[in-house]
């Protein structure tokens, strides 16, 4: 608990920013949790009770004591209790909980398999009663993390690292959306729902989001006055209104991924990330208008750097809908406004063109079907050709006109071995490695069904999948840092003491051959 691997908050005169403090000791930072909580506990009236794991041998501080057990007329007397406890605890590497590196101890101090067994026993026993367990980590360590995310994957109970950290876990599959402290708070104190606990788990779909925005945004009372919030998949024009009119009576967040502070929701990427996709309405999306304070056109440095999945199936000799979305944001300003008077609407703002708007996107796309992936058509290309040419001159006869000649299409891989290859070296040399983002984005392709060469198995359901938009908009330090996560929780699912025991020879040399080359690049990407 002395260690210094832990942070803690430190809020900036401008009210809004928060600062990170490093090499702060773990006891520092758990104090500093539980005080907000017991100030949340004694404004609220939530009954707290507080524990100490290990006896802390000392008259003036008990080992247990509450907040807002018995009346109000206690309240202050315990709240000078809690602020004692927290000041004058004197720590003692030995007999704290998470001490000599966090690892698990029993009274005595004492680490080993026995302990962990015990420990988790315990927590099986507790899972089975009505409660809801939050584990807070405050620490670095690489190992003590892992033990507890994988007591996360075995027990129902939710393990959240600092601010900093879940915020960076939410943004690699929902970075649509600011992961405020106020997030971070309530699922400290388990008051979360079950759907903000998945928010570091998996990308939501429409559903879940219009969900979470709902119960986020919308009070019981709002709702039932017929102030809902439009389902993305009958209006996403509507819904998108709606949320934006939400948006401009929220404070801004403090964004520790951006280290700014944005709107809760980013319209702009919530839009480029579901709104073009067919598959994601019932009926065709509406012309939009565009938004300037929020939603704007990504760089060109990022449409040249960062598109993981698109850059992927280029090289394939694929498309991807996220080039047509990423050539549609470019040209988001470019459209004059229609002139006040025309038509129904008196918006002057810009239009957003959606004629060619609903490409497949890269994550539907398989990677490795031979027919659809690999071989290239003329038909498309003649297809636009067509359409964006307003007038022609008629065609000469097809024995005047000179010989069309194709690019080599590129053949479907012959066996895993290729496969491998394709997906961790750039073509068509195959001798430079993908970027780091690129691999960590595209690990689901080597499973089944789109990868025909390996067999199926229930563990590559495990994977959590990252968002690819989560690392266009960065770069430096930041773009730094998420890689640094991703890679940790790619370690966690690809290390060779977490995966099954009994594999086939294929599935084996996939796992390797990830590991090896995620490891390789993690070297030459962030260093050792």
């Known amino acids: 608990m002395c260690g210094g691997d832990s942070h803690v908050m430190k809020w900036e ?4 920013s928060v600062g990170k403090v490093d090499g702060a000791s773990r006891w520092d930072e758990l ?17 707290t009770k507080f524990w100490l794991v290990n006896d802390p041998h000392t008259p003036t501080i008990p080992q247990k004591f509450s907040l807002c057990w018995s009346n109000s007329k206690h309240l202050t007397t315990e709240m000078e209790q809690v602020q004692h406890v927290f000041e004058h605890v004197k720590m003692n590497e030995k007999l704290n909980p998470l001490a000599e590196q966090g690892k698990t101890t029993d009274e005595e101090g004492q680490t080993g398999t026995a302990v962990r067994k015990d420990l988790e026993k315990s927590l099986v026993s507790l899972a089975k009663l009505p409660v809801k367990i939050v584990l807070r980590l405050c620490t670095d360590d690489e190992e003590v993390v892992d033990y507890f995310n994988a007591l996360d994957a075995k027990l129902d109970c939710d393990v959240l690292d600092d601010f900093w950290g879940e915020a960076m876990e939410v943004y690699l599959h929902n970075p649509w959306l600011t992961y ?22 998996k990308g939501f779909s429409l559903d879940q989001i219009h969900k979470f925005c709902t119960e986020f945004f919308l009070s019981d009372i709002s709702a039932k006055r017929g102030n809902s919030l439009p389902h993305p998949r009958k209006d996403w024009t509507a819904f998108m209104d709606r949320l934006e009119q939400l948006m401009k009576r929220e ?32 009926s065709p999306p509406r012309q939009r208008p565009a938004r300037h304070a929020i939603h704007r056109g990504r760089q060109e440095s990022d449409t040249d750097s960062f598109g993981a999945k698109d850059e992927f199936y280029h090289q394939h000799g694929t498309t991807s809908g996220h080039s047509a979305h990423r050539e549609q944001h470019h040209t988001v300003h470019e459209h004059s406004c229609d002139p006040p008077g025309h038509g129904e609407s008196h918006d002057s703002r810009p239009r957003r063109e959606t004629s060619n708007a609903h490409a497949r996107r890269a994550s539907d796309t398989d990677a490795f079907n031979a027919t659809h992936e690999y071989h290239r058509t003329t038909s498309s290309t003649s297809s636009s050709a067509s359409t964006s040419a307003p007038s022609s001159p008629p065609l000469p006869p097809a024995s005047s006109r000179p010989t069309r000649v194709s690019p080599p299409a590129m053949t479907p891989p012959a066996d895993l071995t290729e496969v491998l290859q394709r997906w961790s070296h750039r073509a068509p040399s195959y001798r430079a490695l993908n970027s780091l983002q690129q691999l960590l984005v595209t690990v689901p392709t080597l499973f089944p069904p789109q990868n025909q060469y390996v067999e199926k198995h229930e563990y590559y359901s495990r994977w959590k999948e990252f968002s690819e938009d989560a690392f266009n908009d960065e770069s430096g330090d930041e773009l730094n840092e998420l890689l640094k996560r991703a890679v940790r929780k790619a370690k966690f699912f690809l290390h060779p003491d977490k995966i099954p025991k009994e594999l086939t020879e294929n599935q084996a040399l996939l796992f390797k051959t990830v590991w090896d080359v995620l490891m390789e690049s993690e070297s030459v990407t962030l260093g050792d």
């Open 180 to 201: 405020g402290i106020g997030l971070h708070r309530i699922r400290e104190a388990g008051l979360a729902t079950d759907l903000i606990d998945d928010l570091d788990e």
């Open 251 to 282: 404070k801004l967040q403090w964004n520790p991924v951006k280290k700014r502070q944005t709107p809760w929701i980013d319209l702009g990427k919530l839009d480029s990330l579901y709104g073009r996709s067919k598959k994601h309405s019932d």
């Open 13 to 16: 005169n401008d009210g809004g």
């Open 31 to 47: 104090s500093q949790c539980m005080e907000f909580h017991s100030k949340m506990a004694s404004k609220c009236w939530i009954p």
